[in-house]
């Protein structure tokens, strides 16, 4: 019976606009934009402290000017011809002990901010200069600064603060558009190593997933893997080795489906021949002669038992756990009567050294138990172990069971699929299906079945139960 996938909507990776290349491309163009930003802002307060000392440099030739005039006096046009060339309304020059030279064309009465380029800082040039961007008036301003060439002497000047916002207005302008123009050079770079490097091969892995999820049995949709050893790569492998290991579990499942459906048809069938076989035991039962007497108990019970394991064969095909009739039964019994059953075709039987108590009982699955120790025992016979050892004791509310043998141990492909079925078996012919059965039912109980070590020396399984008020009594208690 073939296992169908089907997708109730079909997936369909995203365009462009909705992909994660437009996002990598809208991040890189915000990111550079962003680095550009703390580029541009001590960049325009450099270039207001450059422009006002130029404008310092200005005066300063003025005032050599006038100094050049007899008697320190110039015009009135030629002092406004110099004005206009400083761009100022007033300049004047101090000199320690020496007065002070000044030109004027127009002074204002009151001039409401000052700046002293000898106390400028990086961060108070670049707070002044977006003072001057954000403050859209036309203001005068006082501008305070050395006097190039004359060591001690100040210059002075008043002028208007607009020129000064229009040509930091221009530089804006440039820096922004020089920055839009790095931004997506950059982006266009990043996009591309980013998109051939990572979008790309992670497109491929999300189609790849896509149609495994949509026809997972179909062997031409894996992964294919790439030589690259990075991060994708690793990936790519991983997707690959994931898919064809679930590709074969799904091929497994399909076989026990099959396996199923098959014990369901015959199911009927077979248990119709075991009533039978139960009517002529009970016929022999009756008889007279000592041996068989002796005999027809265990075919009995052997019979009862293979109808009852005819019922719950399918209970490995189920989904869920196992259907358990739980009752309180005599472990150390149990062990003896599995030694008991064991077929004559395995040979002598092998000595078992039970050690669980016999007047401890528990509350399980008896004939769940059974199947569980049957498989383990059974594996040690035929293995070729000559003593079996059973113990038992409590740990932190656990049942632990230890199950040990002298036999020659697993090979290592069997040890690494120990309780996969049709994967774990460790002799030719064997289809793995017991102990995946046993470690299937002993999870149904709560517990757990585990491999603790298989060399040359022999295997050790153990097997745990949970302990429940009530669980474990001795025989003399019950």
Not at 65 to 88: I, T
Not at 395 to 415: F, H, I, K, M, T
């Amino acid at each position: 019976m073939a296992v169908k996938w089907s997708a109730a909507k079909k997936l369909v990776l995203p365009g462009f606009l909705g992909g994660l290349s437009f996002r990598l491309l809208i991040l890189t163009i915000f990111f550079v934009m962003l680095a550009e930003f703390f580029i541009y802002a001590p960049s325009i307060g450099r270039f207001r402290l450059v422009y006002l000392e130029e404008r310092l440099a200005s005066a300063s030739l003025a005032i050599l000017a006038l100094q050049a005039a007899p008697e320190n006096m110039v015009s009135d046009d030629m002092e406004r011809d110099l004005m206009s060339h400083v761009g100022a309304y007033s300049a004047a020059l101090s000199r320690p002990g020496a007065g002070r030279l000044m030109l004027m064309i127009e002074y204002p009465q009151v001039v409401p901010t000052t700046y002293d380029l000898r106390k400028a800082s990086f961060f108070g040039l670049i707070r002044d200069a977006f003072v001057t961007l954000l403050i859209d008036e036309d203001r005068l301003i006082r501008v305070i600064g050395p006097a190039p060439m004359e060591p001690g002497a100040l210059l002075e000047i008043v002028m208007e603060e607009a020129p000064l916002r229009t040509e930091m207005l221009e530089f804006s302008k440039r820096i922004l558009a020089l920055s839009l123009i790095i931004s997506i050079f950059t982006a266009a770079l990043v996009y591309l190593s980013l998109h051939l490097l990572m979008v790309r091969p992670m497109r491929r892995m999300t189609a790849s997933m896509v149609a495994f999820r949509e026809d997972p049995e179909n062997a031409s949709q894996s992964q294919r893997t790439s030589g690259r050893r990075d991060e994708i790569g690793l990936a790519q492998r991983e997707l690959g080795v994931m898919q064809s290991e679930l590709r074969a579990a799904l091929l497994q499942k399909t076989r026990l489906a099959a396996l199923g459906t098959a014990v369901t048809k015959i199911n009927h069938d077979l248990r119709n021949i075991l009533a039978t076989a139960s009517l002529v035991s009970d016929s022999l039962a009756q008889s007279d002669h000592p041996d068989v007497r002796r005999i027809t108990p265990r075919l009995v019970a052997a019979l009862d038992r293979a109808v009852n394991l005819c019922t719950q064969t399918l209970n490995f095909t189920r989904e869920g756990p196992a259907l358990l009739d739980v009752s309180r039964f005599a472990l150390h019994g149990l062990v003896t009567e599995v030694l008991d059953s064991l077929p004559s075709s395995l040979g002598d039987p092998v000595p078992l050294e039970n050690r669980i108590p016999a007047n401890l009982e528990i509350a399980a699955d008896r004939e769940q138990l059974f199947r569980v120790f049957n498989n383990l025992i059974s594996n040690s016979v035929q293995a070729g172990a000559t003593m079996i050892k059973l113990s038992c004791r409590e740990e932190n509310g656990v049942l632990r069971l230890d199950l040990s043998d002298n036999g020659p141990g697993l090979p290592p492909r069997a040890r690494e699929n120990l309780f996969q079925p049709f994967s774990g078996s460790a002799r030719k012919g064997g289809t793995g299906l017991g102990l995946a059965i046993a470690r299937d039912l002993m999870r149904a109980h709560g517990g757990e079945i585990v491999l603790v070590s298989s060399d040359g020396e022999g295997t050790h399984f153990c097997l745990t139960l949970p302990i429940q008020a009530g669980q474990i009594t001795s025989a003399k208690s019950a």
